[in-house]
């Protein structure tokens, strides 16, 4: 039975006059084919490749070591298979948009994606074809996620937030980045994640740093840590960051976390069908500016196959909210001098009315205490 994903790609390419679309990036041909296949983000010259007609049998193309696992686990009937050493992926492309009887078709490609290389060669083969760029065209479909993309996410997003609570309970001050991270990996383990992207840990001075992996660094007492957990449940991603504290708050850390939360309730109020994301992020920054803190240049994006994807809720793009988008929204404030950098990141649903909040496991309204 054909997946609702492939259903949905075929309904899209009637309406900008594809006859065929190609996927090759790792989160598209993941998205196309319901799978990821292991080693495609490990050997660059490992193609996997989807191919799906507006009308007609879709098709998948992949190393033959992982022919198996493509026929086993792959939405697509019809899988090819070509030796890394022998045989070209482009030549196997092409044979398949021939069989389709598309060779003087208007294909959909990820330009964006493909090797120069690989282009010249299939532009060779099919010299007939029109090849156009389906950067946007993939990007615009996946902002609206199906109900078991979204179950993924929910899922992913709650075990993340969970740990993060589980894991600051167990760090006190005289242990390490490392140790945190080590409670946080077990512990999405056991939560069922089945893949961890990346860690972000920082504590102290490396706190106010964008995007630090942990290290052997001690967590000293008044020290703030912050924590962001990259966790992946079949390549659909979790975004959630939490800021904590090694003892007691300041004041002026207390009332700076008082007005991240007034600016993520005020982003959320504004959360709902038919908003427009520049309204919100403008509405984000007057708010920031008022309470006296510099925004940056986003407060938040869409969240699938990959960390960052459309929608942006930033200053330079705009895109009409509709149900079935999934958000992450982050109000950040870095203060690199002080050492001190303040962060929460929620991850939500777009639903008919307004929002599901997915990261809901505990209040976030103080700062978390590490003792």
Not at 23 to 30: K, M, Q, R, Y
Not at 135 to 143: A, C, D, Q, T, W
Not at 319 to 328: I, Q, Y
Not at 333 to 347: A, K, L, R, S, T
Request: with cysteine; hydrophobic share 40%.
């Amino acid at each position: 039975m054909e997946s609702k994903i492939i259903r949905k790609q075929r309904e899209e390419m009637k309406k900008v006059g594809f006859d065929g679309l190609v996927s090759i990036s790792p989160e598209n041909t993941t998205y196309t084919a319901g799978v990821a296949i292991p080693s495609q983000s490990l050997i660059r010259q490992r193609h996997v490749i989807c191919l799906v007609p507006e009308s007609g049998i879709a098709k998948m193309i992949v190393v033959n070591m992982e022919e198996s696992f493509a026929k086993t686990n792959a939405q697509i009937e019809d899988i090819r298979a070509y030796n890394e050493f022998t045989e070209s992926p482009m030549e196997f492309l092409a044979n398949g948009i021939k069989d389709l009887g598309l060779g003087r078709g208007k294909i959909g490609i990820e330009l964006d994606y493909l090797p120069a290389r690989d282009y010249l060669k299939l532009e060779k083969l099919l010299p007939k074809a029109t090849f156009e760029d389906a950067e946007e065209f993939f990007g615009k479909l996946r902002m609206i996620k199906t109900e078991e993309e979204i179950d993924k996410l929910r899922f992913v997003g709650r075990a993340a937030e969970k740990v993060h609570h589980d894991s600051f309970c167990k760090l006190k001050p005289g242990m390490t980045e490392l140790d945190l991270a080590g409670f946080i990996v077990n512990g999405l383990y056991v939560e069922g994640v089945d893949y961890i992207l990346k860690l972000v840990v920082g504590a102290g001075e490396r706190c106010s740093h964008a995007n630090p992996g942990p290290t052997d660094n001690i967590v000293k007492e008044g020290d703030m840590i912050r924590v962001d957990i990259f966790g992946s449940l079949s390549n659909y991603l979790s975004d959630v960051a939490r800021t904590a504290v090694a003892g007691e708050p300041t004041a002026f850390q207390k009332e700076t976390w008082k007005k991240l939360i007034e600016a993520r309730m005020l982003i959320l109020e504004n959360i709902r069908p038919g908003v427009h994301s520049q309204e919100i992020y403008q509405k984000f920054s007057r708010k920031f500016q008022e309470m006296g803190l510099e925004p940056i240049n986003f407060v938040g994006h869409g969240l699938g196959l990959t960390l960052h994807e459309e929608p942006y809720i930033n200053k330079f793009s705009d895109t009409v909210l509709e149900p079935g988008m999934v958000l992450c929204i982050e109000p950040y404030y870095m203060m690199v001098d002080e050492n001190m950098g303040f962060q929460i990141e929620d991850e939500i649903i777009v639903t008919g009315k307004g929002y599901e909040l997915i990261t809901n496991y505990k209040d976030s309204s103080e700062l978390i205490r590490v003792s």
